[in-house]
């Protein structure tokens, strides 16, 4: 499967982006979707996982500001974020969750000025 993330991008503090992932292959396939992200020099964390059974969730750093939804007729995936901080910025990585390892598209930067 390839991912292609986008909308990434400049924005102010509380200000808002929707990140978009297109999976080339069906979504319902896959256990499990979700975003990460990577601050400059720091490790790659996770943000948020929606699964093929319906069920989503949020790291506590991003909960009731970031939302992620997926449409499974065009094979997308959402992360929808609100209240955007300065400690938001980085790239942040769609990926398709398999049984043993996960699937990696590229990044797309997020910058948050304060």
């Known amino acids: 499967v390839q991912l292609q993330a986008s909308g990434g991008g400049w924005v102010q503090a509380g200000g808002s982006l929707r990140l978009s992932c297109l999976a080339s292959?069906?979504?319902?396939?896959?256990?499990?979707m979700g975003w990460y992200r990577q601050a400059q020099g720091l490790q790659r964390e996770w943000v948020a996982t929606?699964?093929?059974?319906?069920?989503?969730n949020v790291a506590d750093s991003v909960k009731g500001r970031f939302t992620i939804s997926r449409d499974n007729t065009k094979n997308m995936v959402y992360l929808q974020m609100n209240n955007l901080k300065p400690e938001d910025t980085a790239a942040y990585y769609c990926?398709?969750?398999?049984?043993?390892?996960?699937?990696w598209g590229q990044g797309t930067l997020v910058t948050v000025s304060s």
């Open positions: 990926t398709a969750i398999k049984r043993t390892y996960n699937v």
């Open positions: 292959e069906d979504i319902l396939s896959f256990p499990g």
């Open positions: 929606t699964l093929r059974a319906g069920a989503s």
